[in-house]
């Protein structure tokens, strides 16, 4: 199941990387809940469902454009899977290019993304998971 997982997680990033927000909501299950955190988000705050995702973006795309997700590596953190990536935008009002790494862990039920945490460092992802690999 691991394996699988890995594999949809991979799916959602080459989804998001071409079609955008819309792209990745086949793979996300309507319960779906993520929070972002103050140390990692602007403006913190916790986003559920497709509507919610959508909401996620939306401050993305009013302040940037040409977004996209770099995976670094894929790793399985107990039943859940670990992904270093960089965050690679352009300011629509400055054109700058701007990048961010951070670490997402995704849980997985039934073949759709169910939960999504930020984390700063993959060491904090699996400290907070109590995996030491």
Do not use: C
């Amino acid at each position: 199941m691991a394996g699988e997982n890995v594999e949809i997680v991979r799916r959602g990033f080459e989804a998001f990387n071409e079609d955008g927000v819309e792209g990745i909501l086949p793979l996300i299950d309507p319960e779906f809940v993520v929070t972002t955190p103050p140390n990692l988000a602007s403006e913190p705050d916790t986003y559920e469902g497709h509507e919610g995702v959508r909401r996620y973006f939306d401050s993305f795309y009013d302040a940037m454009e040409e977004i996209r997700w770099e995976p670094h590596s894929f790793h399985e953190i107990g039943d859940r899977i670990a992904v270093p990536f960089t965050l690679h935008a352009r300011g629509k009002s400055t054109g700058l290019d701007v990048s961010q790494d951070a670490v997402q862990v995704w849980e997985l039920r039934d073949g759709k993304a169910l939960g999504m945490e930020l984390f700063a460092t993959l060491d904090d992802a699996r400290q907070a998971h109590g995996s030491q690999d």
